[in-house]
């Protein structure tokens, strides 16, 4: 199958979060929003118990990825785990962390064997998954692992929030915040900076990406006295990426980055912390967000939102921030 004729393939998810509800919503309104195919791995039983209790008219195939293509116009087609999912809604369960791990790693397998072009994953419940022991911030980590482990060589990943009127970087991601000034090297600056210049150029088609960098104290700092991180370490990477052809500004004050007249001046904003990056773009855009993950050699989008077990089964779960993350990863794959 060549790349551009294979389907998208979609993840699990913590099966008692929302992810099988929007999976079948987006599945249901993939006409109006024409989403290119894709198929599910999961366990067909656990997500046919979900359309029913919800009372979503899906018809489910289990199927083959090189089916899937010709399934997905008449029924959702899904790649069977090989796992009994319990999948309570609202109530996650240790035993079924097995399953949503393993449907992260055959989706990088798909997409690494040509069965699929590109994933596309629903949330996970960190914690859940840290219970069960894995070893992992979150997806965005996983998947360099991952990278690493089919391509070799060293495997950088980069997440990135992306709607139409705002994509932000954090530079750290899933650390406790009192260990982000010690982790925000120059080099991590420079290489996050690299990559995200890289794939906006490549993937997004932004000919020259605007790179703009937010400081991590309070008024960027305010010329050292309230912080030297922008001194000692922010404006020499942003110099370094200049040297090295990259559009970059900053240390730019992080509270006044982000209104409208603001966002008009860079195509990215990199954020030290992940609060500063994704408390703006999740006010402006949280039904429309996609996670981006930038820096593999494949494509990976997700839902900006995490599993939502306090709605879980109620059926009014949002879909349209999946329903993007569909639509971005038929885009840039
Ligand atoms: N890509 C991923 O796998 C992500 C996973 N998470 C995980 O999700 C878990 C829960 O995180 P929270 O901080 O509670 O964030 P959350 O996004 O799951 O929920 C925050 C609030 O937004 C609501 N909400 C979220 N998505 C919605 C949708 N599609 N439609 C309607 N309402 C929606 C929820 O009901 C809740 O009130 C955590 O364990 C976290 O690790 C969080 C973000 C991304
Ligand atoms: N807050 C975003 C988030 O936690 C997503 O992480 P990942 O699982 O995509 O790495």
């Not at 099966?15 to 309104?29: D, R």
């Not at 982000?180 to 120059?186: D, F, G, Y």
């Not at 004050?253 to 409208?260: G, S």
């Not at 408390?279 to 990976?300: S, W, Y």
Request: with cysteine.
């Amino acid at each position: 199958m060549t790349k551009t004729a294979a389907p998208l393939v979609v993840t699990q998810g913590d099966p008692s979060g929302i992810g099988p509800e929007i999976l079948l919503k987006a599945y249901l309104a993939r006409d109006d929003y024409g989403l290119p195919p894709f198929f599910l791995l999961a366990d067909p039983a656990h997500i046919a118990r979900v359309a029913g209790e919800l009372q979503l008219d899906v018809k489910i195939e289990a199927t083959a990825p090189d089916k899937a293509c010709k399934t997905f116009a008449h029924a959702l087609p899904i790649v069977s785990l090989d796992y009994d999912v319990r999948g309570f809604p609202g109530r996650p369960d240790p035993a079924d962390a097995a399953s949503t791990i393993s449907a992260i790693e055959r989706a990088v397998a798909c997409v690494v064997k040509g069965d699929a072009r590109a994933l596309v994953t629903n949330p996970i419940s960190k914690s859940a998954l840290y219970d069960a022991g894995f070893a992992h911030p979150g997806h965005t980590e996983f998947l360099a692992t991952l990278a690493h482990r089919h391509y070799g060589g060293a495997r950088r990943a980069v997440m990135m929030i992306w709607a139409e009127e705002l994509a932000v970087v954090p530079i750290t991601i899933h650390i406790p915040l009192s260990d982000a000034p010690k982790r925000l090297t120059r080099d991590l600056i420079v290489e996050t900076g690299e990559i995200a210049a890289r794939d906006l150029a490549a993937r997004f088609h932004i000919e020259k990406p605007r790179l703009a960098f937010a400081g991590l104290n309070p008024h960027a700092g305010e010329n050292g006295a309230l912080g030297r991180e922008e001194i000692d370490v922010i404006a020499p990477a942003i110099a370094t990426l200049r040297a090295r052809g990259v559009e970059a500004s900053g240390p730019h004050p992080a509270d006044t980055m982000f209104h409208a007249a603001a966002r008009a001046t860079y195509d990215v904003a990199l954020c030290p912390t992940h609060d500063q990056a994704l408390i703006p773009i999740k006010t402006l855009a949280f039904e429309r967000g996609v996670n981006v993950t930038l820096g593999l050699p494949f494509v990976r989008t997700s839902p900006d939102h995490g599993t939502a077990f306090d709605i879980a089964g109620r059926g009014v779960a949002d879909p349209r921030s999946l329903i993007e993350a569909i639509r971005l990863a038929g885009r840039i794959s």
